[in-house]
T-cell receptor, first 113, second 113 residues
Framework: DTEVTQTPKHLVMGMTNKKSLKCEQH?????MYWYKQKAKKPPELMFV???????INESVPSRFSPECPNSSLLNLHLHALQPEDSALYLC????????????FGQGTRLTVV | GQQLNQSPQSMFIQEGEDVSMNCTSS?????WLWYKQEPGEGPVLLIA?????ELTSNGRLTAQFGITRKDSFLNISASIPSDVGIYFC?????????????FGKGTLLTVNP
């Protein structure tokens, strides 16, 4: 099973709303990631969790708040977003160590109105 | 920071033709990955390369890890319409807890039936 599951698939939210994106994997991977992707651009790294601890924050605005409740779950809490935050948000996971290839979920298409 | 140059940016080919795309880096990588992304979906891992000079196949796809560790190419033989999508290369230099992938800008492949 090489599946990373993201919910919801689509999300429309107002600039004053609070919402959360969810990600789940059961591959035993101990590194999990959030990426942001604009149309026809490569994914941009936002956060990395390693062994449930935040190891990389790519200077992401505080209106994005990640959470890793356990080794299988990753959340991204959203608050007071701007229209320019509209994008495809991708979750990924990988083993640590010598096999770093990341497996991506289908993504959440977020629209901020 | 590390940068990847991926070329070509786009390709428009006839069904049955072979395709070649490549990535070059300003610095060395320990791992090269090739992903395919279709509209509205997350990137799907096609091939992972771990050793300089390594040549790996996955069906009609063949990829190589350059001996300088600064480049990689992906070939697709006998293209079919379902090969349509954006192909991304990604490199990783594994050091300590560094799980960051550097992505190329992508090659948009269109296959004319």
């Amino acid at each position: 099973d090489t599946e990373v599951t993201q919910t919801p698939k689509h999300l429309v939210m107002g600039m004053t709303n609070k919402k959360s994106l969810k990600c789940e994997q059961h591959m035993g991977h101990r590194a999990m990631y959030w990426y942001k992707q604009k149309a026809k651009k490569p994914p941009e790294l936002m956060f990395v969790y390693s062994y449930e601890k935040l190891s990389i924050n790519e200077s992401v605005p505080s209106r994005f708040s990640p959470e890793c409740p356990n080794s299988s779950l990753l959340n991204l809490h959203l608050h007071a977003l701007q229209p320019e935050d509209s994008a495809l948000y991708l979750c990924a996971s990988s083993q640590t160590g010598l096999r770093p290839e990341a497996f991506f979920g289908q993504g959440t298409r977020l629209t901020v109105v | 920071g590390q940068q990847l140059n991926q070329s070509p940016q786009s390709m428009f080919i006839q069904e049955g033709e072979d395709v070649s795309m490549n990535c070059t880096s300003s610095s060395i990588f320990n791992t090269w990955l090739w992903y395919k992304q279709e509209p509205g979906e997350g990137p799907v891992l096609l091939i992972a390369l771990y050793k300089a000079g390594e040549l790996t196949s996955n069906g009609r796809l063949t990829a190589q890890f350059g001996i300088t560790r600064k480049d990689s190419f992906l070939n697709i033989s006998a293209s079919i319409p379902s090969d349509v999508g954006i192909y991304f290369c990604a490199g990783q230099y594994s050091g300590g807890s560094n799980y960051k992938l550097t992505f190329g800008k992508g090659t948009l492949l269109t296959v004319n039936p």
